[in-house]
C-alpha cells in the first residue's frame, strides 16, 4: 500500500521536477509551469523505440513484422503467445534440428518482447509505436 510522501518532498516537487535516465545520466529538468505530461509521453516514446530497435536488432527479427506484433499486442492488452503471429518475427531457422533451435529462439523473443510490454504497457497511455518506415525518421 502506498503511503503519501512526507510535506516536505511536495516542497521538492513544486520547486522542481527531474527526471534522470539511469543508462548515460542524462537529466532532464524543467521548470513547474513547463507541460510535464508531454514531455514524459515524448520520452517514453522515444525509449520505446530505441528498446525495440535493440530487441529487433540483437535478435535478427523482421522489423515490419516485430512493429506489427507490438502493435497488435498494445492494441489487444497482452502479447500474443500462441498462434502463428510470432512465426512472421522470427528469423529463418529450421524447424527440424536436433537442438531445438527453433523453439530456443521462439521463446527467447517472448520472454524480451514481453518483458518489453511489460516495461511500457503502463506508462504510456496505451501508444501505439510507429511502423517502421516512421521510426527511423522519429529520431
Do not use: C
Amino acid at each position: 500500500m502506498l503511503k503519501t510522501p512526507p510535506a516536505r518532498w511536495w516542497h521538492s516537487i513544486r520547486l522542481r521536477v527531474r527526471l534522470r535516465h539511469g543508462k548515460n545520466g542524462q537529466n532532464i529538468t524543467r521548470d513547474v509551469g513547463a507541460n510535464i505530461d508531454e514531455d514524459w509521453q515524448e520520452f517514453v516514446s522515444k525509449r520505446k523505440i530505441e528498446e525495440l530497435e535493440q530487441i529487433i536488432k540483437d535478435e535478427n527479427l523482421n522489423r515490419d513484422a516485430a512493429y506489427t506484433f507490438v502493435n497488435n499486442a498494445f492494441r489487444d492488452g497482452n502479447i500474443a503467445t500462441t498462434g502463428t503471429a510470432i512465426t512472421n518475427v522470427l528469423p529463418p531457422v529450421s524447424r527440424f534440428s536436433k537442438t531445438g533451435e527453433r523453439t530456443q529462439k521462439r521463446e527467447s523473443v517472448l520472454t524480451r518482447l514481453a518483458q518489453f510490454f511489460e516495461r511500457f504497457f503502463d506508462i504510456s497511455n496505451l501508444s501505439i509505436i510507429p511502423l517502421a518506415e516512421s521510426a527511423l525518421n522519429f529520431f
